[in-house]
C-alpha cells in the first residue's frame, strides 16, 4: 500500500511540472499564458539606461524638478511684475562715525562741558583724564630792552637762525625751538652753538598739565553739529582725528 502511495505521488509531481513547463500542450494541457507584447514595444532604447550613484541622482531629480515646477506656475496678467527690493541709497553713502577729540580741559573747564554735553546722546561722548606733557625751549633773554632785542634778532638774521616770540612769561625774549623733552632741547643748542649762537640756554617753557580730554568714539555728521553747538563749553578747544 505504501509503495503504491509513494508511486502516485512521484506521478503526480511529474504531471505537474510537465504541465507547468508546456510539456503537454500538444495535448492541450498548459497554463495560461500572461503576454503583453504591446509593452515591449513601447521601450524607447532600454539599452542605453545606465545606474548613476547615489549623490547623482538626487542631483539629476532636483534638476529635472525645477523647469516642471516652473512649467506649472499659473500665468500672471500682463504687465504685472515681481516687487524688487530697491537698495536704500542713504545706506550705501551714509557716513562711518569717526573718533574725534578735544581738550585739554582744566578741572573748571571740564566741569562746565560735562553739564552742556548732558545734552548728547547718551554714550556718544566721555571725558577721559590726560597729560599735557611738558614743553622745553632753546631761550635767548631777557634782555634789558628793545634796542638790544632788535640787536639779537639783527644776529640771528645774519647767522640764518630762525626765532619766535617766547610765552608772555619770558617776554622779552627769543625762542629758538621748542622741543618735547630737554634731551632734545639739548640737542637743538648744541646745533646752534655750531652755528655761532653763544648765549642761549635751554629752559622749561611748559610743565606737565593735568587735565581732562573730550572724546567722540563714533562722531558722525549730525554728532559733530551738536558737539560744534557748545561753543561757549568747548573753550576755544577745536574738534580733531583722536591720537
Known sequence: MLRTLVLLLLLANGGYYAWSQGLLQSWGFAPHQQAEPQRLQQQI?????????DDTG????RSTAAPSQANHRPAEPAGHAEPVAAADPDAATAPQGECLQAGLFDAAQADA???AAA???AGSWRLENATLPGRWMVYMGRFADADLLAKKRSELRELGVSFDRPNAALEPGLSLGRFSTEEAAQ???T???AKGV???RVVQERLDA?????????????LRAQVLALRGALAGKELRPCS
Open 187 to 189: 640737542r637743538g643748542l
Open 119 to 121: 545734552a548728547l546722546p
Open 58 to 61: 538626487k542631483a539629476a531629480q
Open 210 to 222: 593735568p587735565g581732562f580730554v573730550l572724546r567722540l568714539p563714533q562722531a558722525d555728521t549730525a
Open 191 to 193: 646745533q646752534l652753538n
Open 113 to 115: 562741558l560735562r553739564r
Open 198 to 200: 653763544r648765549s642761549a
Open 45 to 53: 532604447h532600454p539599452e542605453l539606461l545606465r545606474v548613476l550613484p
